[in-house]
């Protein structure tokens, strides 16, 4: 099991995460902690739990799909292919704001330290960091400002209304 | 002006700490250059042919005198003794040391300034009216609301990485000095019928290598909305934008594929869901930020009087009385004129000032102006508010330092990008035709009596010196590894817009100042009595330049 920063810490993780949207390995039908890629969850909805489900989205699958479907989930990954693709940012805001989506997003993929501190921001509670990135380093980058302008998810009130 | 609280103080304290953090995991080779690329782009640091080039934003184009001293000294001590304005309304610094940029920004962040989205794929510097609160045609000062977006954009942790870079204009006035239908999103502030105000929003315009003019996106915004609606527009930009061609990435592709219909139905879908949300703006806040913009503290003065005296000082000097007439502009408030520093002279690159006219331009700013000086678009000064009667002590002092060209508004106050002198991208170099361009068009009596015309020359379809909207445009070009420089006319920046049309096959640069000759005499053989330039070739179109120009 690999490792991944959850509540300002490194912590063991218990899931598995399936990186094929192609086939589905049969093994993980019924692996409760498979993170699967949702297109193929969606065919083997029926053979599942009804709660505590894991899928994962890639970037170019807008969270709307599964806005239908969020009381399975008791996480839902979001994959960077690439950290300069910020479409993931928009996705685990609206999972939260718009659709109350109450469980775990995992950033998963090209997951670096400097871009932490906005996944927070936006809504991400859930970090598997890429292999190469220096863990301890990245504990450090969650707060670089402590009082950010904007309103987002966290902090969902704009600093102006401190003032 | 905006001065910082605590929290702005803090904001821009902690940038300085966490940039020199990635430069120095940078050096110890912990970022690779492909990751430290948006890091440092996200500070206005380009790696340029020769040296690494710095942009530091001027929020809007207003800053004061003490910033101005600033710049002088980094210039001085971290540079080759000169800073280049842009035509974002900032300015550059082209041979600073990779090393010595955290403490560049570290001196700026003293003086409440920054170098944060000077560039990157994220909401840039916002724009606007050069003679904001200012102007005689102004309905509503923009300088709050470019501050509300200022903050609002700084650090937005979900548009960090959009699929393209993010302009933002916002005008106020009746003239749009702003290009406001040239933006990924152009600002009107207007009223509405019962006097409240609002904002007219549009949206996809943009120059580059597919120049587009922005569509309406809402006619009217409620006044508290202005962030809350942003977000929303950046939202759907950000997760439907193209990423797979970056010459395909801006809004406006996006725009123009969805329809405006279209792509109005899905901002307001997600506005739907942030109107009234705790996100939305206050009266407080609005207030809080207006205030901050208060007129200064003029002294009531004879509009009458000053006018005398300006007179009998215009009658003594020829060359004084050239100036006055295109370098100073009419002002709310009698007594006053707001003044433009023409940066635009022979020999010195468009834009470009030396360390020691800065130091002493911030003197004349305390001296003159309340101690405020604006960068325009135009890639010139701007004191906004000076006494008719001090002008002409004004014009001297800038006579003794160099800044006394009497070309504002005419054919050889070119807006010039730097071009492949500095610019990795460019095709070709600008400045030295510009340069050409400046020598050949030195009669100023000759260029008054012209009157009014843009001249934008862009070394590369990135058109950072915007030719599209110029009313003659000139664009480097690439040609089998040799440069050319095609001329394009009837370009203009004004509200609604209208893009420049090729004349014809490029020219060699040498070329350039012929040609620009020769599109002149057309329009001096055609014109009637006060037409502008751009008046005249929209009345007798393209083919009578063409003509003149390949006959």
Redesign the interface.
């Known amino acids: 099991m690999d490792k991944v920063i959850e509540n300002g810490q490194l912590v063991q993780d218990k899931y598995t995460f399936v990186a094929d949207k192609e086939t589905l390995d049969p093994k993980y039908i019924d692996d409760a902690n498979a993170i699967l890629p949702w297109g193929l969850y969606q065919g083997i909805k029926d053979q599942r739990p009804a709660i505590g489900n894991a899928v994962w989205l890639d970037s170019d699958e807008l969270p709307d799909a599964i806005k239908d479907d969020l009381s399975s989930f008791s996480l839902i990954a979001i994959n960077f292919p690439a950290f300069t693709d910020g479409r993931g940012y928009s996705f685990a805001y609206r999972l939260r704001h718009t659709f109350g989506y109450k469980g775990k997003i995992r950033a998963v993929g090209d997951v670096l330290i400097d871009q932490l501190s906005a996944f927070k921001r936006v809504g991400f509670d859930s970090f598997a960091l890429r292999d190469d990135q220096d863990s301890d380093e990245a504990l450090k980058h969650f707060s670089d400002f402590k009082d950010p302008y904007q309103a987002s998810i966290e902090p969902a009130e704009p600093l102006f209304r401190k003032l | 002006m905006y001065i910082y ?1 605590n ?1 702005d103080q ?2 821009v304290d ?2 300085v ?2 940039y020199r953090d ?1 430069l120095g ?1 940078y050096m110890d080779g ?2 690779s250059d492909a ?1 430290f690329l ?2 440092r782009l996200q500070n206005g640091l380009y790696i340029q042919r020769l040296a690494p080039m710095l942009r530091v934003a001027i929020p809007y184009g207003l800053f004061s005198s003490e910033q101005l001293r600033t710049l002088a000294k980094i210039s001085r001590d971290y540079d080759k003794g000169y800073a280049h304005f842009s035509t974002r309304q900032n300015v550059q610094f082209n041979w600073p040391a990779l090393e010595d940029t955290p403490d560049i920004l570290a001196e700026l962040a003293k003086v409440q300034m920054h170098a944060i989205q000077t560039s990157g ?1 994220c909401i840039r510097n916002t724009t606007t009216d050069q003679f904001a609160g200012v102007a005689a045609d102004e309905y509503i000062d923009p300088r709050p609301y470019c501050e509300l977006i200022r ?2 954009s ?9 699929p393209r870079k993010f302009k933002i204009a916002v005008c106020g006035s009746e003239k749009d000095r702003a290009a406001t239908y040239m933006h990924d999103i152009g600002v009107e502030i207007v009223k509405n019928d019962k006097g409240e105000v609002g904002y007219k929003v549009i949206v996809g315009g943009g120059l580059g290598r597919t120049p587009v003019i922005g569509s309406v996106i809402t006619e009217f915004l409620p006044e508290e909305d202005l ?1 809350t609606y942003l977000d929303a527009i950046l ?1 759907v930009y ?2 439907l934008g193209r ?1 797979d061609n970056k010459y395909k990435a801006r809004i406006k592709i996006l725009v123009r594929s969805m329809g405006i219909e279209a792509f109005r139905e899905q901002v307001d879908e ?1 506005f739907a ?1 942030l109107k009234g ?3 939305t ?2 009266s ?2 609005l207030e ?1 930020v207006k205030s901050c913009f208060t007129m200064p503290d003029y002294p009531s003065l004879d509009d009458n009087d000053a006018e005398l005296t300006l007179k009998a000082e215009v009658g003594k000097d020829a060359a004084f009385a050239r100036w006055v007439k295109t370098n100073t502009h009419p002002h709310k408030v009698a007594g006053f004129a707001s003044v433009t520093i023409s940066l635009k002279k022979q020999g010195t690159a468009p834009g470009d000032i030396y360390d020691d006219q800065m130091d002493t331009l911030a003197d004349l700013a305390d001296q003159y102006s309340f101690g405020e000086i604006r960068a325009s678009h135009q890639q010139n000064l701007i004191l906004a508010d000076v006494k008719k009667t001090e002008l002409y002590a004004l014009y001297q002092a800038l006579k003794a330092i160099g800044l006394d060209s009497a070309n504002a508004g005419t054919l050889t106050d070119m807006i010039c990008c730097p071009g492949g002198d500095f610019c990795a991208l460019a095709n070709a170099k600008s400045i030295p035709v510009a340069d050409a361009i400046m020598e050949k068009f030195d009669d100023l009596d000759y260029l008054h009596d012209l009157g009014e015309i843009e001249l934008n020359i862009s070394g590369c379809m990135n058109a950072c010196g915007h030719h599209h909207i110029g009313n003659i445009g000139i664009l480097g070009v690439d040609k089998k590894g040799k440069e050319f420089f095609q001329v394009s006319l009837g370009g203009s920046q004004e509200k609604a817009g209208s893009l420049a049309k090729i004349l014809g096959p490029a020219f060699a640069a040498e070329e350039i100042p012929n040609v620009i000759e020769k599109i002149l005499q057309v329009f001096v053989a055609n014109r009637q009595p006060d037409e502008k330039f751009l008046e005249t070739y929209r009345r007798i179109g393209i083919d009578p330049f063409k003509e003149t120009v390949y006959g």
Do not use: C, D, M, S
């Open positions: 609280n929290y803090q904001i902690e940038r700490v966490q990635q995991r912990k970022l990751e948006p890091l794929n903050q609002w700084t650090f937005h942790p979900e548009f960090a990485f959009l962030l939202r950000n997760q990423r997600h869901g949300t705790e996100a703006l206050t407080k806040e809080r």
